[in-house]
């Protein structure tokens, strides 16, 4: 059957054997696939599945290992993001724009390829012009002399794809574009896409919402893994079949079990809400218990265990420790309360990269390693080889910079940091991102020893194997709200995603 | 790896081994320089830059500037004399009090720059303007004469064979040096260069220690201009035009990051031994005023080249 539909449609772009490796991860392994002219050809995965990788690939923004892309029958290994902006007509949109807040609308249309003169000069006047045609076609009567700053969202987008057309645009990647939109501009942007479709345009939709892809696409394709998996027409699969496809990888019993027993209620936090990020979330953690948070990137999640933590301000709600309200406005009253924080962003948040190993370990508890309030070489050695033993974390020496470590080591001296501390909560942000499968496999055994020895943790992750295997129990997030919540028994990856997607 | 550990190493004494040719340079053309007596002098006329310096190295190391140093001089030094000559306070109160007042306004810098985030560039160099102008008009331009005679022995005195104000650098920079690698607020200094988010997600209240590297700065100029008050002996409005930019330099040349994050104390001494031999020794072979100038920027801008191109390397 697939090939019958090869025949009667003309392939506008063709990967094929696409490969691309990065260190410890295979981002794509060899992606055969075809997208059509006029077609609307939805991509779906789970978090890591390869989607991005795909994008900055077909964009020239990095180069495969392997494979080639074929554009209008004309076979290439690689071509540069100019190339593909202007002699292929591919350009991406992302969820954060590419244009200049200060420029107007139409020096934005034209940035890099500019009209100008004989003298050398802008044509500012056939710019306007060119830029007013260009909106006009997408069915809007924006003023091109506007500045960029100064329009919405919607209107944002709208010029990305204004700007788009004036270069022959033949593909259009869309990466979540109804993402920051409201409902009645995302019915907009979906009348806009079909009318390109109609005038021969590609478009390859990306996006979390499965309804969207629904009433949007012709076909859709499923990637896990950084593996093709399979491409449906969308009208003749369901969201139970694809959401299968999405999640079809056999878990594999390789977490390490806990031999331990949830006991009183440490963390509870009622109806918080964090400005126009988190509503109304309401949960608590027990001591010895890993409590899993799942659901899409951008759901909230990690803006909520901030302001748990104190580094946002809440909007709302309140938080219990051991039974007793606290005020945090300040990660310093966190740490004061017993709570602890390892960050998404490791590099940028995590370490404090010029320092050595030993003082971050104790960077948030100075005052024990002090005496008559100076720091004492002594003791701050002292502490810093402890943990090294207990966390087993690989170094030379705890005199290196932490910035010299991989990845792995370099998250087990945030932990140690925390440790160090002494606290009781932790909350755990996606914290095996980047890190090595051996490492990984030391992190979550090093969960459950803080679990067992009486420690209340929070985990956010993107993996559901990770997700599954270490929760006690697992809230779902959705949008800034809490879709459902699943014991270990009843939780598979089915329902989280479905809970996830806001199905 | 070699490499990169050969040119870090050589970050390192680059330095000194500067300091050491040019100490050589002027060794070998004028009879002076390498005297006991002119080296005791240099000391002398470096001593302020170099309290000073310790105080810009805390603001740079967090990736803030203080340019208003020059002029919390000036204020001081207006201040300092008027208490003493119009409202005639005896010494101790008189330098308590204008300590005080400089504390204050590097009270300001801070909360500037910490709470309402004015970019420190901005803050300083308005407040640079500020108290150039309020030196100007509190003693109506005119010099302040007639400071008690016992207020020149710190200045002017000597400990021994060691001039007082020598004296009085050098424990700034070892109490500076414990305050920066002993204390938990010295190490959080470090840390707020590049690191600020880290920094605060492990539980430090960033925005204090963002005030207090303003409130050092302001506090440590407000004793070098005590000292040039005491030297000098009379209350100069005009006094400290450009002295910002000459407590930079020795910074930078010292091997601060402009950046932050990076440098210690014992490279930026060094820094401030490079720029008194450099002036004392161009005066001594008697380079004009003009080439001087020209010497002096050219220092800086190759000690910038050298850290921006390490900091590449990384």
């Given at each position: 059957m697939a090939q019958e539909f090869l025949m009667q449609n003309q392939s506008a772009l063709a990967v094929r054997g696409i490969c691309k490796h990065y260190p410890g991860v295979t981002a794509l392994d060899?992606?055969?696939?075809?997208?059509?002219?006029?077609?609307?050809?939805?991509?779906?995965?789970?978090?890591?599945?390869?989607?991005?990788?795909?994008?900055?690939?077909?964009?020239?923004?990095?180069?495969?290992?392997?494979?080639?892309?074929?554009?209008?029958?004309?076979?290439?290994?690689?071509?540069?993001p100019h190339e593909a902006m202007f002699n292929y007509g591919i350009t991406a949109i992302y969820q954060e724009f590419n244009l200049i807040p200060y420029l107007s609308i139409a020096e934005n249309i034209f940035l890099g390829h500019e009209i100008k003169r004989k003298n050398g000069l802008l044509d500012t006047t056939k710019m306007n012009q060119e830029a007013k045609k260009a909106l006009n076609l997408l069915g809007t009567n924006l003023d091109p002399r506007l500045q960029v700053k100064t329009l919405t969202v919607a209107f944002q987008q709208?010029?990305?794809?204004?700007?788009?057309?004036?270069?022959?645009?033949?593909?259009?990647?869309?990466?979540?574009?109804?993402?920051?939109?409201?409902?009645?501009?995302?019915?907009?942007?979906?009348?806009?896409?079909?009318?390109?479709?109609?005038?021969?345009?590609?478009?390859?939709?990306?996006?979390?919402?499965?309804?969207?892809?629904?009433?949007?696409?012709?076909?859709?394709?499923?990637?896990?893994?950084?593996?093709?998996?399979?491409?449906?027409?969308?009208?003749?699969?369901?969201?139970?079949?694809?959401?299968?496809?999405?999640?079809?990888?056999?878990?594999?019993?390789?977490?390490?079990?806990?031999?331990?027993?949830?006991?009183?209620?440490v963390l509870k936090v009622e109806n918080l809400g964090v400005k126009k990020t988190v509503q109304n979330i309401s949960f608590s953690v027990k001591s010895g218990e890993v409590l899993?948070?799942?659901?899409?990137?951008?759901?909230?999640?990690?803006?909520?265990?901030?302001?748990?933590?104190?580094?946002?301000?809440?909007?709302?709600?309140?938080?219990?420790?051991?039974?007793?309200?606290?005020?945090?406005?300040?990660?310093?009253?966190?740490?004061?309360?017993?709570?602890?924080?390892?960050?998404?962003?490791?590099?940028?948040?995590?370490?404090?990269?010029?320092?050595s190993i030993k003082e971050n370990i104790s960077y948030s508890s100075f005052t024990k390693v002090s005496r008559f309030g100076l720091i004492h070489p002594g003791y701050l050695k002292a502490v810093a080889e402890k943990y090294r033993n207990l966390l087993n974390i690989a170094t030379p020496s705890i005199e290196k910079k932490i910035k010299e470590l991989s990845g792995?080591?370099?998250?087990?001296?945030?932990?140690?940091?925390?440790?160090?501390?002494?606290?009781?909560?932790?909350?755990?942000?996606?914290?095996?991102?980047?890190?090595?499968?051996?490492?990984?496999?030391?992190?979550?055994?090093?969960?459950?020893?803080?679990?067992?020895?009486?420690?209340?943790?929070?985990?956010?992750?993107?993996?559901?194997?990770?997700?599954?295997?270490?929760?006690?129990?697992?809230?779902?997030?959705?949008?800034?709200?809490?879709?459902?919540?699943?014991?270990?028994?009843?939780?598979t990856q089915e329902k989280i995603l479905q809970l996830a997607s806001g199905e | 790896m070699k490499l990169k550990e050969f040119t870090l190493s050589i970050k390192k004494y680059a330095i000194l081994g500067v300091l050491f040719v040019i100490i050589l340079f002027f060794t070998i053309m004028s009879d002076s320089f390498l005297t006991t007596q002119n080296l005791l002098n240099v000391a002398r006329q470096v001593a302020m830059l170099g309290i000073s310096a310790v105080g810009m190295t805390c603001v740079i190391l967090t990736s803030g500037i203080d340019l208003s140093v020059g002029s919390v001089m000036a204020i001081t030094n207006i201040t300092g004399s008027m208490l003493m000559v119009n409202a005639g306070l005896p010494i101790f109160p008189a330098v308590l009090l204008t300590l005080m007042i400089s504390a204050l306004i590097g009270l300001i810098n801070g909360m500037l720059v910490a709470y309402v985030r004015v970019p420190a560039l901005i803050t300083t160099l308005a407040m640079m303007t500020i108290l150039r102008g309020l030196s100007f008009v509190l003693c109506d331009g005119m010099p302040v004469w007639g400071l008690p005679e016992s207020f020149k022995k710190l200045g002017q005195g000597y400990a021994g064979p060691i001039p007082i104000p020598v004296i009085v650098m050098i424990i700034v920079f070892i109490l500076g040096w414990f305050f920066l690698n002993r204390t938990r607020t010295g190490r959080y200094i470090y840390g707020l260069g590049g690191n600020k988010e880290a920094v605060r997600l492990s539980g430090v209240n960033t925005s204090r220690i963002q005030t207090l590297v303003f409130v050092i700065s302001s506090l440590l100029t407000g004793l070098a201009g005590i000292i040039m008050l005491s030297r000098i002996n009379t209350g100069q409005p005009k006094i400290g035009t450009g002295y910002e930019m000459d407590v930079i330099t020795a910074v930078v040349l010292g091997g601060v990051s402009i950046m932050g994050g990076e440098g210690s104390l014992a490279g930026v001494f060094i820094g401030v031994l490079i720029t008194g031999v450099l002036s004392n020794g161009m005066i001594l072979i008697d380079v004009s005023e003009y080439y001087q100038q020209i010497t002096k920027g050219v220092v800086l801008l190759l000690a910038v080249i050298f850290d921006t191109l390490a900091k590449r390397k990384d």
């Amino acid at each position: 059957m697939a090939q019958e539909f090869l025949m009667q449609n003309q392939s506008a772009l063709a990967v094929r054997g696409i490969c691309k490796h990065y260190p410890g991860v295979t981002a794509l392994d060899n992606i055969h696939l075809d997208f059509f002219q006029n077609e609307i050809h939805a991509v779906c995965g789970e978090n890591g599945a390869g989607k991005s990788t795909l994008i900055k690939i077909l964009t020239g923004a990095i180069l495969p290992d392997q494979g080639t892309i074929t554009i209008d029958g004309l076979e290439r290994k690689s071509y540069t993001p100019h190339e593909a902006m202007f002699n292929y007509g591919i350009t991406a949109i992302y969820q954060e724009f590419n244009l200049i807040p200060y420029l107007s609308i139409a020096e934005n249309i034209f940035l890099g390829h500019e009209i100008k003169r004989k003298n050398g000069l802008l044509d500012t006047t056939k710019m306007n012009q060119e830029a007013k045609k260009a909106l006009n076609l997408l069915g809007t009567n924006l003023d091109p002399r506007l500045q960029v700053k100064t329009l919405t969202v919607a209107f944002q987008q709208l010029v990305e794809i204004a700007k788009a057309i004036t270069h022959n645009l033949k593909i259009l990647i869309m990466d979540e574009p109804s993402a920051p939109l409201t409902t009645s501009e995302v019915e907009i942007l979906f009348r806009l896409i079909k009318n390109l479709k109609e005038r021969g345009i590609t478009v390859i939709y990306i996006s979390h919402r499965l309804s969207e892809i629904f009433e949007l696409s012709d076909r859709v394709s499923v990637f896990r893994d950084g593996k093709y998996i399979e491409t449906f027409k969308t009208g003749e699969t369901n969201k139970k079949q694809l959401i299968q496809s999405m999640v079809g990888r056999e878990l594999l019993d390789t977490f390490p079990k806990r031999k331990c027993v949830p006991t009183e209620t440490v963390l509870k936090v009622e109806n918080l809400g964090v400005k126009k990020t988190v509503q109304n979330i309401s949960f608590s953690v027990k001591s010895g218990e890993v409590l899993g948070f799942g659901g899409l990137v951008g759901a909230g999640r990690t803006e909520l265990v901030r302001a748990v933590f104190g580094a946002d301000r809440i909007s709302g709600g309140t938080i219990k420790i051991k039974g007793r309200e606290v005020q945090i406005f300040h990660p310093k009253t966190a740490v004061k309360m017993g709570i602890g924080l390892i960050p998404e962003d490791r590099k940028q948040q995590g370490i404090i990269s010029e320092m050595s190993i030993k003082e971050n370990i104790s960077y948030s508890s100075f005052t024990k390693v002090s005496r008559f309030g100076l720091i004492h070489p002594g003791y701050l050695k002292a502490v810093a080889e402890k943990y090294r033993n207990l966390l087993n974390i690989a170094t030379p020496s705890i005199e290196k910079k932490i910035k010299e470590l991989s990845g792995g080591n370099q998250q087990k001296v945030v932990l140690a940091r925390w440790l160090a501390t002494d606290c009781e909560i932790l909350l755990f942000d996606e914290p095996t991102r980047g890190i090595d499968v051996g490492a990984k496999q030391e992190i979550y055994e090093l969960i459950n020893r803080l679990a067992e020895d009486g420690k209340a943790v929070v985990l956010i992750s993107s993996e559901m194997p990770e997700l599954l295997g270490m929760s006690d129990r697992i809230i779902v997030m959705h949008e800034g709200r809490i879709a459902g919540e699943l014991s270990c028994e009843e939780a598979t990856q089915e329902k989280i995603l479905q809970l996830a997607s806001g199905e | 790896m070699k490499l990169k550990e050969f040119t870090l190493s050589i970050k390192k004494y680059a330095i000194l081994g500067v300091l050491f040719v040019i100490i050589l340079f002027f060794t070998i053309m004028s009879d002076s320089f390498l005297t006991t007596q002119n080296l005791l002098n240099v000391a002398r006329q470096v001593a302020m830059l170099g309290i000073s310096a310790v105080g810009m190295t805390c603001v740079i190391l967090t990736s803030g500037i203080d340019l208003s140093v020059g002029s919390v001089m000036a204020i001081t030094n207006i201040t300092g004399s008027m208490l003493m000559v119009n409202a005639g306070l005896p010494i101790f109160p008189a330098v308590l009090l204008t300590l005080m007042i400089s504390a204050l306004i590097g009270l300001i810098n801070g909360m500037l720059v910490a709470y309402v985030r004015v970019p420190a560039l901005i803050t300083t160099l308005a407040m640079m303007t500020i108290l150039r102008g309020l030196s100007f008009v509190l003693c109506d331009g005119m010099p302040v004469w007639g400071l008690p005679e016992s207020f020149k022995k710190l200045g002017q005195g000597y400990a021994g064979p060691i001039p007082i104000p020598v004296i009085v650098m050098i424990i700034v920079f070892i109490l500076g040096w414990f305050f920066l690698n002993r204390t938990r607020t010295g190490r959080y200094i470090y840390g707020l260069g590049g690191n600020k988010e880290a920094v605060r997600l492990s539980g430090v209240n960033t925005s204090r220690i963002q005030t207090l590297v303003f409130v050092i700065s302001s506090l440590l100029t407000g004793l070098a201009g005590i000292i040039m008050l005491s030297r000098i002996n009379t209350g100069q409005p005009k006094i400290g035009t450009g002295y910002e930019m000459d407590v930079i330099t020795a910074v930078v040349l010292g091997g601060v990051s402009i950046m932050g994050g990076e440098g210690s104390l014992a490279g930026v001494f060094i820094g401030v031994l490079i720029t008194g031999v450099l002036s004392n020794g161009m005066i001594l072979i008697d380079v004009s005023e003009y080439y001087q100038q020209i010497t002096k920027g050219v220092v800086l801008l190759l000690a910038v080249i050298f850290d921006t191109l390490a900091k590449r390397k990384d």
